[in-house]
């Protein structure tokens, strides 16, 4: 059985919620693997509309196992908080639900950092979303970290603790002016924590290794995306962690070996939350309306996105650092009504045309976009079960995107809801997950 790496192609908020939610029921097995509750993944079933923050979008499938695997790092007040809502809504969790003892943990004084640290950047300020993730990841490399299993030994979860409020304190007061912490009180609260979350906290590394032994098939579902990699993305503009494909081995303790093929998400135009380059970003009233259409605020934060036109050059570059096998394209119908849509096709700099991605944070910083500009469609594209019932300016732009970042789509999405799917002619998929062709025709 196959195992899949589902990553996003951009800076993120691509729609791989509602791709995983819909490959869910043909794997045995959701990963999770980067990220924390700085990610939100927005899954629409029917009516209802679940916010999945840590837990993986398998999880609304009865009988899918997820896995909150060890690249994450995960704040247990919200996690706990995540746990009952879906409870509440009759989502299962025991037996479904596991997490990995090398886990590391968010602590209350993780997001104090967060905050304090970007108040002082001025205009370098990253665009956090404050939930202390990159501070919890500075952590875990400076070997200073707690972890899921240290919430089990109360006794070593208090030395850790004990070390680390001191060093934190040290520097809230004396760098940043602000408001220190009590180890007692961090004790009682994440004891309380330990109370709930023992259940769920194993070796899912092995865990994984079996079930793959046993034939299962493991989706693995990345947070965030290529562009917002700490070793691939618009540096220093990025998330803390290992977005890209790479990352699905190394956060979860499956080795690449194992792995079976990537698939990419992308949307049919581009966003991006909080500050950093972004070249094909539009202005004014035509960015507005794609927002207002596209509903582009925050699942996490609500704040708005910036919006621009497809990058095909940033596709080609996640193409290259992912492996893509293929590509699921989402939001197709937020163009429907555009008159004229254009996708950018190389950037200039100084008088020269690039058709690759520069890593150069300051080349990327004062590239110009070079755009291809092709008619719109201006019909509706959602209800289309397939391909062919697309506008056929519809589907010459999606056949110039293909050419473009030269991988072949699988998916295109019209909508939010689960059938607002196409399965694309000769998808990919089909070699993988022949049952999907059934669920989705």
Sequence with gaps: MPNIVV???????????????LLAPHVNVVARFAG??????????????????????GILHPGCRCVIGCGVVVDPGSLIEEMESLVQRGVTLDGNLFISKNAHLIMPYHPALDRASEAKLGKRRIGTTGKGVGPAYVDKAARAGIRMADLLNERLFREKLELNVAQKNRLLREIYDAQTFSVEEILNQYL???????????DTALLLSRWIDNGYSVLFEGAQATMLDIDHGTYPYITSSSTTAGGAATGTGV???????????SKAYTTRVGAGPFPSEMAGPLAEAIRARGHEYGATT????????????????????????????????????CETVKVCV??????????????????????EPFY??????????GGAKNEADLPAKARRYLERLEELIGVPFCLISTGAQREETILCENSPLLRWFPSVRSSLL
């Design 7 to 21: 990553v996003g192609t951009q800076w993120g908020d691509e729609g791989k919620g509602k791709v995983v939610d």
């Design 36 to 57: 924390g509750n700085n990610a939100g993944h927005t899954v629409v079933v029917g009516r209802e509309k679940y916010v999945l923050h840590t837990i993986p979008s």
């Design 192 to 202: 309380r924590y330990a109370g709930w979350l023992a259940p769920y906290i194993t």
């Design 255 to 265: 080795p690449p070996t194992r792995l079976h093929g990537v698939l990419g998400v």
């Design 302 to 337: 609500g704040r708005p996105r910036r919006c621009g036109w497809f990058d095909a050059i940033v596709g080609r570059y996640a193409a290259r650092i992912n492996g893509l096998d293929t590509v699921a394209l989402t939001k197709l119908d937020v163009l429907d009504q």
């Design 346 to 367: 190389g950037y200039r700099y100084r008088g020269d045309i690039l058709t690759e991605f520069p890593e150069d944070e300051n080349v990327v910083t004062e590239a």
């Design 372 to 381: 291809e500009e092709v008619e719109g469609w201006r019909a509706p594209t």
